[in-house]
């Protein structure tokens, strides 16, 4: 991502995740958790993306891959709390990325990576 990617407003999380999932649905996609007290992991790699979702009434983001064929039957989500803040920025071939903080300053960053053209 760029240094200063475009930081979303909250009063379009739900808008611009829903573009994002259709432009980005069944693409594979990657989650890293960078969290201030349990440090980085890696909680999914090359799943295709299901949807992004901001539930204003719960206050959640949520990103959940798989469920589209019998390779992946299941639909995994990856939840976070509390949003305070969503920059979203593409680069590269076909790439994007989602860079979501929540309330105790933790990110999870969303890699996209489109299918290469054949």
Same mark, same amino acid.
């Given at each position: 991502? =760029?240094?200063?990617? @475009?930081?979303? @407003? @909250? =009063?379009?999380?739900?808008? #611009?995740? &829903?573009?994002?999932?259709?432009?980005?649905?069944?693409? &594979? !996609? %990657?989650?890293?958790?960078?969290?201030?007290?349990?440090?980085? &992991?890696?909680?999914? +790699?090359?799943?295709?993306? %299901?949807?992004?979702?901001?539930?204003?009434?719960?206050?959640? !983001?949520?990103?959940?891959? *798989? *469920?589209?064929?019998?390779?992946?039957? !299941? !639909?995994? #989500?990856?939840?976070? &709390? /509390?949003?305070? #803040?969503?920059? %979203?920025?593409?680069? *590269? +071939?076909?790439? =994007?990325?989602?860079?979501?903080?929540? #309330?105790?300053?933790? /990110?999870?960053?969303?890699?996209?990576?489109?299918?290469?053209?054949?």
């Amino acid at each position: 991502m =760029s240094d200063q990617g @475009p930081e979303l @407003p @909250p =009063s379009q999380w739900q808008a #611009r995740l &829903e573009d994002l999932t259709k432009q980005h649905e069944g693409h &594979e !996609v %990657a989650i890293e958790l960078l969290d201030q007290e349990l440090g980085d &992991e890696a909680e999914a +790699e090359m799943l295709p993306l %299901a949807y992004l979702e901001f539930d204003p009434k719960d206050d959640v !983001v949520i990103v959940a891959v *798989g *469920g589209r064929d019998g390779r992946y039957p !299941v !639909v995994l #989500r990856h939840i976070v &709390e /509390h949003p305070q #803040r969503i920059v %979203a920025d593409s680069y *590269g +071939e076909g790439r =994007s990325a989602i860079d979501i903080v929540n #309330r105790e300053g933790d /990110h999870t960053i969303v890699t996209i990576q489109a299918p290469t053209p054949a």
